[in-house]
């Protein structure tokens, strides 16, 4: 039979009995090997490569910025290789799309090691990432005491405030370092009223950022058309500012700006409904060009009532930048 057509060959080769059949088939298998084998050998003595594997060609090599491989070494726990990048030159303060760095990396991990190293290279103790959580944040809700005790003594702000309005004491669950967050602020004579004053701070700032603008503005037609503007998710600064809970800015939009009433739209819903329900937002600009840009509440979605925005939120927080630590 030849070999250079098989599928004509069918129709003879089902009149077969079984075993001739099974002895073409191991025949035609041999005859299979036989060529792989000269044409291999051929190939060998040619020199040539199928696929360049090795890479010693740099123009096929994936590189990635050096602030990647730190974040993801960082992430792997190689403390010799963030040691080598860190003297190389390279920012200790690097950080990905989620504003993550090593820092809160190690917080996170619980390598006081780690933490010591990015430290000694002068990494930024009070790094926010996209939801304004510092490295002390991330350590205190892991319940990671002896990072904390490292953080406070190398400067970590116990009054920083997340984009939840949490501070770290607030989403601490472990009993011991609860304590410990606790006794350095009363050791430093932090009263209730200073941190109901920082909790406000953010408040008062786009306030004070909307009035200027307001009033500044030399059409306040203009202005009021650009303040209810909606972003891609259909939220303006009253559907903020209702998410966020900041009456004063809620008064004044609706009361000396006169915004119009906003109508419910498919993604954001009513301005009055964000108090109750977490929502996603982008950070949205304040009119004119150049004023304050405000980064908003994290894209996780969580409600902005104390008391739902603390533990669980934590836990959501370090779910998802476990999730993507190393993200570029």
Same mark, same amino acid.
């Given at each position: ?11 003879q080769?089902? %009149? ?10 191991k ?18 003595? %040619? ?69 010591r ?92 950022d ?12 203009a ?5 209810? %503007? ?47 329900a ?6 949205? %600009? ?36 476990r ?6």
């Open positions: 039979m030849s070999r250079s057509d098989p599928s004509a060959e069918m129709p080769v089902e %009149k077969l009995p079984a075993a001739e059949r099974i002895r073409l088939a025949k035609r298998r041999a005859q299979q090997l036989k060529r792989y084998a000269q044409w291999s050998k051929a190939m060998d003595k %040619k020199g040539h490569q199928v696929r360049n594997l090795t890479g010693d060609d740099p123009s096929r090599m994936v590189r990635f910025s050096q602030n990647i491989v730190l974040l993801e070494a960082a992430a792997r726990g190689d403390i010799d290789e963030v040691r080598s990048l860190l003297k190389s030159g390279v920012n200790p303060n690097a950080a990905n799309d989620d504003g993550l760095t090593a820092l809160h990396q190690c917080c996170i991990d619980n390598s006081e090691a780690m933490c190293l990015l430290l000694e290279f002068n990494a930024d103790v009070n790094a926010r990432d996209t939801e304004q959580w510092t490295p002390l944040h991330a350590a205190a809700t892991c319940g990671h005491i002896a990072i904390c005790r490292l953080l406070v003594n190398s400067g970590a702000e116990l009054l920083a405030v997340n984009a939840d309005g949490n501070m770290p004491y607030d989403i601490c669950e472990e009993s011991g370092t609860l304590d410990y967050i606790e006794g350095e602020m009363a050791r430093r004579g932090i009263t209730q009223q200073q941190i109901d004053d920082t909790r406000l701070v953010p408040e008062k700032r786009m306030l004070q909307v009035t200027r603008i307001f009033e500044q503005s030399e059409s306040k037609a202005c009021r058309q650009q303040f209810n %503007k909606l972003d891609s998710q259909g939220a303006n600064l009253l559907h903020v500012a209702c998410a966020s809970g900041f009456l004063s800015v809620i008064v004044y939009l609706l009361d000396q700006v006169r915004v119009p009433s906003t109508p419910a739209t498919r993604t954001a819903g009513r301005p009055c409904m964000w108090p109750l977490g929502a996603s937002w982008t950070p949205l %600009k304040l009119w004119p060009p150049g004023a304050p840009t405000w980064t908003l509440a994290p894209p996780l979605g969580r409600p902005s009532t104390t008391c739902a925005r603390t533990r669980r939120s934590g836990n959501a927080w370090i779910q998802s930048r999730r993507r630590s190393c993200s570029g």
